[in-house]
């Protein structure tokens, strides 16, 4: 069954850009995070009906794209295109939109947030951009908010040395 054609435009409209910028943050590629983000919303199209409830949509979809995002780092298919990208890019000068998303991690502290390894970057981004509770941060990664609590107390110490170049 799929998604009523209006009420998915509302949910791309509203939470779109929430969907790219969290496939962004964890592919660090812009064309990755446009598949990743398009993989997400057809898949909720697919299956908004199976949406429970449980947590909210916000958490839902961010829940979706960090899997998936995660799927296309692991896929065979990515590392040989990567791999590629790196000796073509080389010589190239970059895009308009390239550009643009240089000069937003221009900022000291979001080029050190992006330095840090996944596991911290996510819990932070979820934190700082998405304003996410613990709870909610938890039920997206699948982890105790516990761990949650001490990823994001680690994540910002990693990122204060950093900025400091301690690390």
Known sequence: MNADP?????IMAQYGQDVWNLAYTLTRRVDL???VTQDVFLS???KLDTFRGDAS???????ITRNKAYDCRRSYYLRKVTLVDLFIERGQHPSAEQEALGNLVT???WAAVLKLPVKY????ILHAHYNMTNAEIAVVLDLLEATVKTRLHRA????????????
Do not use: C, H, P, S
């Open 44 to 46: 909720i199209y697919q």
């Open 6 to 10: 209006l009420l998915f435009d509302d």
């Open 156 to 167: 910002r110490k990693k990122a204060y040395e950093l900025m400091k170049g301690d690390a």
């Open 57 to 63: 949509l916000r958490t839902w979809l961010l829940r």
């Open 33 to 35: 995070a446009d598949d």
């Open 107 to 109: 900022d000291d502290a």
């Open 121 to 124: 970057r996510e819990v932070l």
